[in-house]
């Protein structure tokens, strides 16, 4: 019989369900597009990179001594006179050496083709028979003015094959021909410039070297033949098999997707939080509409476990839909972001069980443990109910929920500050301790929406008259529901709001040491990792107006056992240029030098004069003598190696900025050196107030791209403000009707839905926006060591969220508005 009734139910209410549903789908789809997609992309890579052991048997490499990531990129070059040895070894069949490094086209427009900082990565290769990319138009390079381009590069570059174009590497821009295109299947977006292999190792490298070797068996197995090989390689070299390398390519891949995935997810379920607000308060509101009818069940003989499990039921049929619908968008938005990702995005879907039973999983769960609440008020309707007309569902008192709310606020907040101090598992802690906020703060809300709504609706009292003294009355008369309502709405904009709160700080913080950090007149550096070419260092030093340009380089080494990134140059040209506050001993420009910042120095327990075993990526050890120390600098970081040591132990040096002073500042010098360095697409001069708008635009982008991601839970908010207004609406149908019998207008009707909407929404974004600055306040103070130092509140943005919130309390009362003022003022007033 309950079930039949469960049935008849979703029937009934099946517009006001509608809602719900959407809620689910929304949070669902979110989940499920994430899981498909990195599903699909590890497929994709995991095929890609699962032939290479079907064509390299064994490849040979420099062996990872600091930094780098292990395959060979990150360390010293190979010596071709390796390729030699290596074909005498029994077993090797067609040995060949491999050229990588970096490579750029100058498209028709004169710019880079690609994304030169901080994008993917722009590869170049010399072109061999055993390569992965192969030639689907004209032919491989020969000679060192010959280029190919991948297929992409062309394209977007309104490049052909006999053109004649700028390519940039780490030496000065070469102009080369266009002899062919090359297909380089599944590269999330990287671009390929392939040189025969004497102009790779020219361009790239060094002539004489390899980046590795790879090789194939003619009879023994893998293993086999890397122990042989093994054999005959100097000390800094190793062997590892095909296989070997293809794990090790496939385990940074899933590494990488998977915490794309992470990221992603932590977003999905930032919505689902939300969603579950929604389905909350549309049970709580459908049991109380239902009161009497739930109290007759009772009444004919259902006990209280089929009253909630009959409640449960419905909230089950509008799970299944609701994931059902929600895997279908999940498949769409899954698409949608392959279709983002170019060439790297052609390979297809994969359909695996995983997003299919997370997506039922989450759904089903949520959308029930949300409505059991409201099932178990539901249970509790004692049966004389159904004779009584004012029955009103049993309320908890608010005593309690203020204890509990305050409780969940207090220790969420001591949970965040945990995390944000470094304690254990800092992800967690704060993720645990943001919900705990928002649960307790939730709870709390029906309090606090009480003075602050006769706030925020003194104004529409005053000047609206009736209507807006009944939108008023109408927010605070439940205020439990209005709390629950503004609270979906409360998370997304607090995260928002957070996210732009350190997103303003940020751009104070880098101003800030912009002003403070840097003294030098202008930073000419390199837009990616080519950096700024000897020939072009020459031109800079010669503009007019020039006095001093010091060159700057990025390495790695390994200090006290660990891994680190170091600045080299010029000592006494680097503190002056970056206003380093030397606070013992001195800027000493030694050829077995360097220096460390007074937290480093500390912590190590070194002082000025201390002698320091340091190892660099050659497999080289050196002692270098500590000759300053200075306090903290964000631009330089915590060492900085004299420029001697630095070249001594990089085979190609790259320089990552060059430091100008001039005579005179103007217009004028910046100009000079502008047009000294024209000539290299890939090298900008900067000033104070460019290096700021290139950080501005860095967190620009930023803050865009996570408030993008979040807008999605703001949607399913707006959702449930329109599902609330429509229950709300078909709750006072009887009071609607005396409305209007006594001489209310159906505009005046719409007016009061739509000011009693906006109320809630600003409530729900007030309450956000506290909670978000907040939050962007505690990141500050943790983070304040590590760069962020001043704390910036956005207050123009959040006065247009603000506003944009009033908007959606607009939107979201449309419907319900004009379903209202339809009603039939006498059957309305009829309505039991």
Do not use: C
Not at 46 to 70: C, M, N, P, Q, T
Not at 465 to 494: E, F, K
Not at 797 to 825: C, K, Q, S
């Amino acid at each position: 019989m309950m079930a039949r009734v469960t049935l008849r139910n979703l029937a009934a209410h099946k517009i006001r369900l509608l809602l719900t549903g959407v809620s689910v789908l929304l949070g669902v789809a979110f989940v499920a597009g994430t899981l498909i997609f990195t599903d699909s992309m590890n497929k994709q890579f995991d095929e890609l990179f699962g032939g290479i052991s079907e064509d390299i048997a064994v490849d040979v490499r420099a062996k990872k001594v600091v930094g780098g990531d292990g395959d060979g990129m990150g360390g010293q070059p190979v010596p071709a006179t390796v390729l030699e040895r290596l074909k005498g070894v029994e077993g090797v069949k067609d040995p060949i050496g491999n050229v990588t490094g970096y490579a750029a086209v100058v498209g028709k427009d004169g710019e880079i083709v690609g994304t030169p900082q901080n994008g993917p990565p722009q590869l170049g290769v010399n072109l061999t028979r055993s390569t992965f990319y192969d030639v689907t138009s004209g032919r491989a390079p020969r000679g060192p003015a010959e280029v190919a381009i991948d297929e992409a590069t062309a394209e977007n570059g309104k490049l052909a094959i006999g053109d004649t174009t700028q390519v940039v590497t780490a030496g000065p821009p070469q102009r080369m021909k266009i002899v062919g295109l090359v297909d380089t299947g599944n590269m999330m977006g990287a671009t390929v410039t392939a040189f025969d292999t004497p102009t790779a190792q020219k361009l790239l490298l060094k002539p004489g070297y390899f980046t590795d070797i790879e090789m194939q068996s003619s009879g023994p197995s893998e293993e086999e033949l890397r122990d042989r090989v093994a054999q005959v390689l100097p000390a800094n070299l190793e062997a590892i098999t095909g296989t070997e390398m293809s794990e090790e390519a496939q385990s940074d891949i899933a590494e990488m997707m998977g915490f794309f995935r992470t990221f992603l997810l932590a977003f999905a379920l930032i919505s689902i939080f939300v969603g579950a607000f929604i389905i909350f308060n549309t049970f709580s509101m459908l049991v109380a509409q239902r009161t009497r009818e739930l109290a007759l069940l009772r009444a004919v003989g259902a006990a209280r476990g089929q009253v909630t499990r009959a409640v449960i039921g419905e909230a089950v049929a509008v799970g299944v839909v609701g994931s059902t619908l929600g895997l279908v968008a999940g498949a769409g938005l899954a698409s949608l972001l392959q279709s983002q990702m170019g060439d790297a995005g052609q390979g297809g879907l994969t359909f695996t069980a995983t997003p299919v039973i997370w997506s039922y999983v989450v759904g089903i769960v949520v959308t029930v443990v949300s409505a059991y609440f409201p099932a178990r008020r539901a249970a509790k309707i004692p049966p004389v109910a159904a004779m009584r007309d004012d029955v009103a569902l049993p309320q908890r008192s608010m005593r309690i929920r203020i204890a509990l709310g305050s409780l969940l606020t207090a220790a969420g907040a001591g949970l965040i500050a945990l995390g944000l101090a470094g304690s254990g598992n800092p992800a967690a802690l704060v993720g645990a301790g943001a919900f705990g906020v928002f649960v307790g703060v939730a709870m709390l809300a029906p309090v606090i929406s009480v003075p602050v709504l006769r706030v925020l609706g003194a104004p529409a009292a005053r000047l609206m008259g009736a209507p807006g003294r009944l939108a008023r009355q109408n927010a605070l008369r439940n205020p439990r529901r209005t709390a629950a309502t503004a609270a979906a709405l409360m998370i997304g904009l607090a995260l928002i709001t957070t996210v732009n709160v350190l997103g303003s700080t940020m751009r104070a913080s880098v101003d800030e040491q912009i002003d403070t950090q840097v003294g030098t007149d202008y930073l000419v550096q390199a837009q990616g990792p080519g950096g700024v070419n000897a020939e072009a260092q020459r031109k800079i030093q010669d503009a007019p107006g020039v006095v001093a340009a010091s060159p700057t380089y990025d390495g790695e080494a390994k200090i006290a056992g660990e891994d680190v990134y170091y600045m080299a140059g010029d000592a006494a040209a680097v503190v002056r240029a970056a206003r380093l506050k030397v606070v013992s001993g001195s800027a000493s420009t030694g050829p077995s030098t360097f220096m460390l910042d007074e937290d480093t120095a500390e912590e190590q327990g070194w002082k000025a004069g201390a002698v320091v075993p340091v190892q660099f990526p050659d497999g080289k050890t050196e002692r270098l003598t500590l000759t300053g120390v200075y306090a903290k600098s964000d631009m330089i970081g915590p060492r900085l190696l004299s420029q001697q040591v630095h070249l001594r132990h990089t085979l190609t040096p790259t320089v990552s900025a060059v430091l100008v002073d001039t005579a005179t500042a103007d217009a004028a010098t910046k100009s000079a050196l502008e047009s000294a360095v024209e000539a290299y697409p890939n090298v900008e001069v900067e000033d104070q107030a460019s290096l700021k708008e290139d950080a501005r635009a860095q967190v620009d982008g930023f803050v865009t791209f996570l408030t993008i991601l979040l807008i999605m839970s703001v949607i399913i908010a707006a959702v449930g403000v329109v599902n609330t207004l429509a229950l709300s609406v078909i709750e006072r149908t009887r009071e609607i009707g005396l409305l209007r019998a006594i001489g209310i207008s159906r505009r005046q009707l719409r007016r009061m839905i739509r000011l009693e909407s906006i109320m809630i929404a600003v409530f729900g974004a007030v309450l956000g926006m506290g909670i978000g600055i907040a939050f962007g306040a505690a990141l500050q103070n943790a983070l304040a060591d590590q760069g962020l130092g001043v704390l910036s509140i956005p207050y123009g943005t959040l006065v247009v969220y603000l506003a944009v919130a009033a908007a959606i309390g607009v939107l979201a009362a449309l419907w319900p508005a004009w379903r209202a003022g339809r009603m039939d003022v006498l059957k309305a007033i009829s309505t039991e």
